[in-house]
């Protein structure tokens, strides 16, 4: 069996759901119903994903399970898209040795077709001879015409200490180009202009969700906007020049789920080393009074270009 495709009845339930009409109290039940059940399934995917990753290592088990598009965000490296050269990347990572990793979710979101999904949260990571050490992971899940899941996109931090990734000597995938328009990519030019004219604490503030969540790669979980604005206008960071661009989005066709993975640069002066290169995965979700925001953003370090 091929168990990068997961079962997922419950979604085709979930999305018959959605096309009839919700007009009684009975409905709305079936309808909740459906929809959590379609969370659980995500949820199992990802469970069952990181028990193969944990059994038989990052590099060995998680090709299976992408996309042939698929991207990948490794902290200290470009982003990758393409399933072969991710699975360069991941092999080309000697340090990973005798590292087991696993992780499991702070939240599982489903876009309302149930084409779209999103697991972010918590990774462990078990060296040998040595306490275990936590990261961060966020994946994108794209529900397949077979009615199963497979990975999108996937980002990690903490895997990988400074100055450790190897970059894989050819076919490095590396994404060229901008994210094609749609509102998400709109909403995350808009967030960067903001950041442009106004300092990242105030866009940071204006564009997360109330309980929106901010992983940095130092392992930080900063959650509403309040947080997110104090930690930003610490140190350097506040007055910093930011720049950003999305390479690549994802979009339900139902409008509320939506993802942008791009390219950063902050300028924290006006020396030749005083630039730091970035790169993000943000998931923007549609909230009640129609406008999008942001549910988790994170990034990590990438080559000086």
């Given amino acids: 069996m091929n168990r990068s495709r997961f079962p997922n009845s419950a979604v085709v339930l979930l999305a018959v759901s959605l096309s009839t009409p919700v007009s009684s109290p009975a409905a709305q039940a079936q309808a909740a119903a459906a929809s959590a059940a379609a969370r659980d399934t995500l949820r199992l995917a990802d469970q069952r994903i990181s028990a193969e990753v944990y059994s038989g290592g990052l590099a060995h088990a998680l090709p299976a399970a992408l996309a042939s598009d698929a991207a990948f965000l490794l902290e200290g490296a470009p982003i990758v898209q393409g399933r072969q050269a991710v699975e360069r990347l991941l092999r080309a990572q000697t340090a990973w040795q005798g590292l087991r990793s696993s992780w499991s979710p702070f939240r599982v979101l489903l876009s309302s077709d149930g084409s779209l999904g999103v697991t972010f949260g918590e990774t462990v990571l078990q060296r040998p001879a040595a306490a275990p050490e936590l990261g961060r992971y966020m994946t994108v899940w794209r529900r397949t015409a077979a009615g199963g899941w497979e990975i999108a996109a996937q980002a990690h931090t903490g895997l990988l200490s400074a100055g450790a990734t190897v970059l894989p ?15 998400f990519t709109a909403a995350d030019l808009a967030f960067a202009k903001l950041a442009a004219d106004s300092g990242a604490p105030t866009a940071f ?16 979980l900063n959650i509403g906007p309040a947080a997110a604005r104090a930690r930003l206008a610490e140190g350097r960071a506040g007055s910093a020049e ?8 994802f979009a339900a066709a139902s409008g509320d789920l939506g993802v942008t993975i791009g390219e950063a640069e902050i300028r924290l002066g006006p020396g030749e080393n005083e630039t730091f290169f970035s790169k993000y995965l943000t998931v923007w979700q549609r909230q009640p009074d129609g406008s999008l925001k942001f549910v988790v953003d994170g990034g990590s370090g990438r080559p000086r270009p």
Avoid: F, H, K, Q
């Fill in 169 to 183: 000597s050819s076919g490095s995938g590396s994404i060229r180009g901008r994210a094609a328009a749609n509102p």
């Fill in 205 to 220: 503030a204006r564009y997360i969700a109330p309980d929106g969540m901010t992983l940095a790669s130092t392992g930080e």
């Fill in 242 to 249: 930011w720049r950003w661009w999305p390479v690549l989005s």
